[in-house]
Structures are given as C-alpha cells and as structure tokens.
C-alpha cells in the first residue's frame, strides 16, 4: 500500500505523512495485518504495524507508530487482486 498518513493522539498536533505499508492479504473486503514506514511532512520517519481493511484498488489502516508513539491511521492505492 501506498499513501497518506496522519499520526494523532499523544498532546501533540497531527502530524501528517507518506507511507508504505505491507498487508497481509490482497484480497478485497479483507481484514488485514498492516505494516510499513512513513515519512512525515516535519522531515521525520515513523514505523507502526497494526490492522486495516482492503477495498477494491485500496486500503485503510489503523496502526501504532513505534518510533513516535502514537496512533495512526493511513489510506491510500494498494494492488488488490480483481475478483470477477
């Protein structure tokens, strides 16, 4: 997968970024395991793993950032196989 990410939560503001993500399936309307690299628009990388859901041509995810310790939430393209 590949997107756009904001990191929340912790008293701090939003933070928002481009990410990369593996899932573990690419089946569409799935429930998957998440987990990826994100670099953030304030010029600093985070690494989070989580669950998301695949869609027809994409995916959302909701993950922890390890490096940051705060939650996130990512959307963006992903390469689902079509089912006919």
């Known amino acids: ?31 998957v395991g998440a987990a990826g690299a994100t ?5 600093y990388w985070g690494l989070d793993a989580g669950i998301g859901y695949t869609f027809d041509e994409g995916a959302a995810t909701l993950t922890y950032d390890f490096l940051n310790e705060r939650p996130q939430f990512s959307v963006g393209w992903a390469d689902i196989d079509s089912v006919c």
């Open 1 to 31: 997968m590949v997107g756009i990410s904001v990191n929340f939560g912790g008293g701090e503001q939003p933070a928002w970024g481009v990410t990369g993500k593996i899932l573990s399936n690419d089946k569409p309307d799935q429930v």
């Open 39 to 43: 670099w953030f628009f304030e010029g």
